[in-house]
């Protein structure tokens, strides 16, 4: 690691610094209902998709009923986008007559995008056509992310409110997530991209003659406007099978980083949206803090290991070893999934360094919307533990936390967990786990371990080495997504609701204070201590046995 790495790590954490209080104060004044620069140019289109969808905006839902109606936006947007797949063979904008997906496959596909996961198991070039890649993928890369911004947006007005049910409209912060924060920011970034080389055209595929004399066809597409709603969206689902380290989605070194600082722009900024909203910045920027930690000490940990073997051996030699690991720690924090390198062929506690930032549900900086109420999880249980520590009913903002609350809490916390370690021992003992695995012995196990934990964290990153494109995989996989996904967010807004209908205690001497270093160090106590307890052993099977195996020279 070389002081240019230095520098663009320090650059890298200076802008998400910079950029999180302008683009976080924008967000809070939209889900408050304020007027912005943006309601001259978009309103019209608001107020059309009201109309068009029938929708009274104004109209305040509990919990119930925006669970409801989120539920029913998600089962609806899994039934069309696998009915179009089963279609795509008869659908325009196919110059490569891409045949119908196969129906395991399509049911994963449509699964992972609406789950803001868009896990893979397919090679897009070779699978999805033109058509189905910018109308039902990208549509859903839009809806999904603006699905989980709408979450935090509902679990923090229930955090605020008092002696009231309602927590917000869903229709209304779908649209206004969609309208004036995804979309803006979708078509900057595209411009940049563009700029910086990557491809969009309705180009058929290209077949040209290599100077070796060999027949080759370069895919094409309409890669750079899909490039940057993933990257901003969180949804990291690849134009291309090689993903970020495919020249034509990602050209430069510049394109490289920009794509990294999209992926935690809205996730960074939404803790700072959080604290105008509270009323509590001084929280909100603790709960930064603690994100930006974690996220230095686990990439330090990452980058230290693979510097020590030098290996380039799967990494992105355009761009290398540094920005490889890099892209690997930004995008296993947050519920991405992009890659510039192959995660299998990093060092042991690198690629389990990748896996525990999953684990711990993706909260470094997390995915949009997703990061922040994860975090809120982990906050509540801190100060609940932190009020039974000191013999007083637990509080926090002015909300007393009671037994209702922590029970969801809980079942939010593990349901998840479990997922990911029942899965992975059912698919480590049976033959149909075990019939499409590469490696063996712990390297095979973490290829296991990171397909469960990247599917129920809606990551969708993949180790390489598995075959999940077979029907186990694919079924195994769509559970354990939308586990990931409602298990959280449901209990969630029960807890939303609970709160939204307490009244407000007002501080007193002996209330716990959010807002302070100490509180920060508790968290993060929390956060390790219950990820360590509840992973630790799997970790140990795979990443941690192979790195002191590799020290021995025995490698998988």
């Known amino acids: ?141 839009f809806l999904s992310a603006a699905v989980g911004i709408s979450v935090a947006i509902a679990v923090t007005r229930g955090i605020t409110r008092k002696s009231t049910k309602g927590i917000g409209n869903f229709w209304a912060d779908l649209t206004r997530s969609t309208i004036y924060v995804l979309l803006p920011l979708s078509i900057i970034f595209t411009i940049l991209l563009v700029g910086q080389g990557v491809v969009q055209t309705f180009s058929p595929y290209l077949d040209v003659m290599t100077l070796e004399g060999v027949k080759q066809t370069i895919p094409m597409g309409p890669a750079a406007s899909q490039v940057a709603i993933k990257m901003l969206g969180t949804n990291g689902g690849g134009f291309f099978n090689a993903n970020a380290a495919h020249p034509f989605e990602n050209p430069t070194a510049l394109s490289n980083f920009l794509q990294m600082l999209a992926i935690f722009l809205i996730p960074a900024a939404l803790t700072y949206t959080y604290g105008s909203m509270t009323n509590a910045r001084k929280h909100g920027w603790i709960i930064f803090g603690t994100m930006m930690g974690l996220f230095i000490v686990l990439t330090s940990l990452s980058l230290y290991s693979e510097f020590q073997t030098g290996i380039m051996e799967g990494k992105e030699t355009r761009f290398g070893i540094f920005n490889s690991v890099f892209f690997s720690a930004v995008t296993t924090s947050a519920s991405c999934g992009a890659v510039n390198a192959m995660h299998s062929s990093l060092s042991p506690l690198s690629g389990g360094i990748a896996i525990f930032n999953m684990m711990l549900g993706e909260i470094v900086f997390g995915g949009v919307g997703a990061g922040l109420y994860g975090m809120l999880l982990f906050i509540l249980l801190t100060v609940f533990m932190a009020g039974l520590m000191v013999g007083r009913t637990p509080e926090y903002l002015g909300k007393k936390i009671e037994g209702r609350e922590m029970m969801m809490v809980v079942l939010a916390i593990l349901a998840p967990c479990a997922v990911i370690l029942v899965g992975t021992a059912i698919s480590s003992v049976s033959s149909f786990g075990l019939s499409s695995l590469t490696n063996k012995e712990p390297h095979g196990f973490s290829e296991i371990l990171y397909a469960f934990s990247s599917a129920t964290a809606n990551n969708g990153s993949a180790f390489a080495g598995l075959n999940a494109n077979v029907p186990y995989y694919n079924i195994m996989l769509s559970l354990a997504m939308m586990v990931g996904r409602f298990a959280i967010i449901l209990p969630l807004l029960a807890v939303a609701g609970s709160l939204a209908q307490k009244k407000q205690s007002p501080a007193s001497s002996g209330t716990f204070e959010v807002d302070t270093p100490l509180f920060a160090v508790l968290l993060v106590g929390v956060i390790l201590i219950v990820g360590a307890l509840t992973f630790l052993p799997a970790l140990t099977l795979g990443p941690i046995v192979e790195h002191f195996l590799m020290i021995r020279g025995q490698t998988f």
């Not at 409801?68 to 007559?97: A, D, W």
């Open 1 to 141: 690691m070389n002081i240019f790495d230095l520098l663009q790590f320090t650059l890298f954490l200076v802008l998400l610094i910079i950029t999180a209080p302008p683009l976080g104060k924008f967000m809070a004044l939209i889900y408050q209902g304020e007027k912005t620069w943006l309601h001259w140019p978009l309103q019209w289109l608001e107020r059309l998709a009201y109309r068009v969808g029938g929708v009274d905006e104004k109209k305040d839902m509990d919990w119930k009923e925006y669970a409801k109606s989120l539920m029913l936006f998600n089962v609806l947007g899994i039934l069309v986008l696998f009915f179009f797949q089963m279609l795509q063979g008869s659908l325009p904008f196919n110059p490569q007559n891409m045949p119908t997906v196969s129906w395991h496959s399509a049911i994963n596909t449509a699964v992972s995008f609406v789950t803001n996961t868009n896990w893979q198991g397919y090679s897009g070039e070779v699978t999805m056509s033109y058509f189905t890649q910018m109308t039902f993928l990208a549509v859903q890369n």
